[in-house]
């Protein structure tokens, strides 16, 4: 239960449990701003778009366990129990791996100390039984920057991707409602399945990993699950008569799994990214 707890002390300012603020050996902008001394390097990641299965893994930054991409959540996890360490606005790095690759790296030529605020738990309690905490955060300038840079290469890959996926005429699938066969591009498929089944899911320009999207989409189908609602139904033919008759031939807009199919999100995360830093900076 500690690391929850170490989690939300953490974000309002680098507090040990007493409310005094910049723990003992925390860093602040003065004192790392010249850590920097060159261009970021960003370690390498395996091109290509991300795949269903063979999903690379992401080595811990301290140790030699790896997880997943798929289960960063079980990595962060290991990461606060077993080296309590705690990454501040996970959800907006734009490549999770790349970050931990670097960090892992920078670790090892400096002490943890001279990266992160060290938030001490428990302080009004015996020695014994007081805890130190590590915040990894944009606060310190070596990670803002590497958090931008990361978010300026995803956007670069992801506006590559969309621009080969969009003038690919070697495209082929399959509509998950009729089973007719497209060749071509991608948007004709697309179209079909909007003006044909009434399923909508945009523009096939604001598309991106097109390939992955619909074999997500399938594999809900297969499982009999309403695309919508995400209700399990107990045979194909239930489901059709479901996802018809209640109009649910469309995707869960609140389902943020699908986010990083669209364009739009990766414009918008990264636009979201430089409003926080000019706003603290006005600050």
């Known amino acids: 239960m500690a690391a929850p707890k170490t989690q ?25 701003k010249d850590y920097i001394l060159e261009p970021l390097s960003l370690p390498e990641s395996p091109g290509g778009t991300t795949s269903l299965e063979g999903s690379p893994s992401v080595p811990c930054i301290f140790c030699e366990e790896h997880f997943p991409v798929v289960e960063q959540d079980k990595l962060l996890k290991h990461m606060i129990i077993e080296h309590k360490i705690v990454i501040a606005d996970v959800k907006l790095v734009a490549d999770f791996r790349r970050y ?23 302080s009004a309690a015996p020695s014994e039984e007081q805890d130190n905490y590590f915040l990894l955060c944009d606060v ?19 506006l590559e991707q969309q621009q080969q996926e969009r003038n690919d005429n070697s495209f ?35 598309i991106v990993n097109c390939n992955e999207f619909l074999c997500t989409l399938q594999k809900k189908l297969d499982n009999l699950q309403c695309l919508y609602c995400e209700k399990t139904f107990r045979d194909k033919n239930t489901l059709k008569d479901h996802m018809r008759k209640k109009q649910h031939r ?24 430089n409003l926080k830093f000019d706003c603290l900076s006005t600050n």
Request: charged share 30%.
């Open 140 to 158: 310190l300038p070596e990670d803002r920057i590497l958090r931008e840079e990361l978010q300026k290469h995803r956007l670069k890959e992801i």
């Open 100 to 122: 931990i690759l670097y960090w892992r790296k920078r670790f090892t030529e400096q002490p943890i100390t001279d990266f992160c605020s060290v938030i001490r738990i428990n």
């Open 172 to 206: 082929h699938g399959i509509c998950m409602f009729c089973n007719e066969e497209f060749l071509g591009n991608r948007s004709v498929l697309l179209n079909h399945m909007a003006r044909e089944h009434a399923f909508n899911i945009g523009l096939p320009d604001n």
């Open 8 to 32: 939300g002390a953490a974000t309002q300012g680098e507090e040990d449990s007493d409310g005094n603020r910049g723990g003992a050996g925390g860093v602040s902008y003065e004192d790392t």
């Open 250 to 273: 469309r995707i869960n807009p609140k389902n943020r799994e699908y986010d990083r199919f669209y364009v739009i999100n990766y414009l918008v995360r990264l636009s979201f990214h």
